[in-house]
């Protein structure tokens, strides 16, 4: 069975970085596609960064582009975020979800999601 599991969040202050991981499990290929999403409290859910596990494809939410970088690595069926120049408009709950027919789609067509985990920005 397929299982997400995110790390890496915590109290940054503002201008600081974060490095947040995605751990995936019982894919039986690299055939797939992981993406982050947000929620800040009072917010809807924000998809801001996606990263297919095979081709070279990558994707950034234009708030987040040149700050964030996403990166994989297939030996260990991990991606990461990692999130520079961090504002306290990143504040939320951040998730990594896994699909295994499209890049980045909506948010309902996702396979599986991780637990999330807090970042927060804040002096």
């Known amino acids: 069975q397929v299982q997400l599991v995110e790390s890496g969040g915590g109290l940054v202050q503002p201008g600081g970085s974060l490095r947040l991981s995605c751990a995936a499990s019982?894919?039986?290929?690299?055939?797939?596609?992981i993406g982050w999403f947000r929620q800040a409290p009072g917010k809807e859910r924000e998809g801001i960064s996606c990263?297919?596990?095979?081709?070279?494809?990558?994707w950034y939410l234009g708030s987040v582009k040149g700050r964030f970088t996403m990166s994989r690595d297939n030996a260990k069926n991990t991606v990461h975020l990692q999130m520079d120049s961090l504002k306290p408009d990143d504040t939320a709950v951040y998730y990594c979800?896994?699909?295994?027919?499209?890049?980045?789609?909506?948010?309902?067509?996702?396979?599986?999601w991780g637990q999330g985990t807090l970042v927060t920005v804040s002096s």
């Open positions: 979800a896994a699909d295994r027919r499209f890049f980045c789609p909506p948010a309902g067509e996702y396979d599986q």
């Open positions: 019982g894919f039986s290929s690299d055939d797939y596609n």
């Open positions: 990263i297919s596990m095979r081709h070279d494809n990558v």
